[in-house]
């Protein structure tokens, strides 16, 4: 029949239970979650597909859920096709709620929370509503000519990535976006990598924060039994 994770999505879509429920609900999973920052054109997909297959996460990337739910004949629909023509921020309590929806559908428990959160008011509500604490956040820096490049050959069709909304999204990410990568700098959660480097050099970068090395001195391997046990 039903999974309980399948009872909880129909639950959440077809009746209208508070964020507080909602957040309830998310809380007793215990996630686990990784914000995954970084300009338009950063690489943050990318990377975040090539994290998924190595690390066992689920990733949601908040510019998807919201290009899906505009595309579903939503009431926000239209607001959210407006704010993203403008390279603007669609207001937190629409993209906390589609990645809520996400996380309890999706049965697990580790998250890669990829464009999110993009301002101080993604970052507040985020924390106050669901109570929780990123693990880390993975910053993607990248040159604004490399990145604005990538974005001019990516050809996934998407309406914002033409010259003019590249622009304002590249003015809305210095202004709003990288005080929020400043916050958690200051909480010591970033870890940031060079991002124009090729993929699978970066993503050698990303593989050493998900699997730290152990430093030799620490490998007890190796060593002669007294030494070890001293
Ligand atoms: N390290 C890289 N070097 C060159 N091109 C890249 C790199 N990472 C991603 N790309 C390409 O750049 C474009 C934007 O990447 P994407 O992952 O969609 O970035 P973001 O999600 O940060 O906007 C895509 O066409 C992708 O194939
Ligand atoms: N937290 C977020 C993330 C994206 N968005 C909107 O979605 C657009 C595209 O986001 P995206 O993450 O898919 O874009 P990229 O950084 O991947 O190029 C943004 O320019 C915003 O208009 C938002 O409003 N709030
Ligand atoms: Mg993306």
Known sequence: MFSF???????????????EDISDRLAEKHPKVVFVLGGPGSGKGTQCEKIVQHFGYTHL???????AEKNSGSEN??????MMNEGKIVPSEVTIKLLQKAMLDSGNEKFLIDGFPRNEE?????????KIEPEFVLYFNCPEKEMERRILN???GREDDNIETIRKRFKVFLESSLPV???YKGKG??????AAKPVEEVFEEVKDIFNPKVPKDENVEGRCMCCAIL
């Open 5 to 19: 994770d399948q009872i909880i999505h129909f639950a959440l879509l077809y009746s209208p239970l508070s964020f």
């Open 61 to 67: 990337s908040a510019g998807d859920l919201l290009r």
């Open 77 to 82: 629909g239209i607001m959210i096709q407006n």
């Open 122 to 130: 993604n970052r507040a509500a985020f924390e106050a509503l669901t």
């Open 154 to 156: 990516r050809n996934q």
């Open 181 to 183: 990568i400043e916050y």
């Open 189 to 194: 959660k970033v870890r940031e990598i060079d």
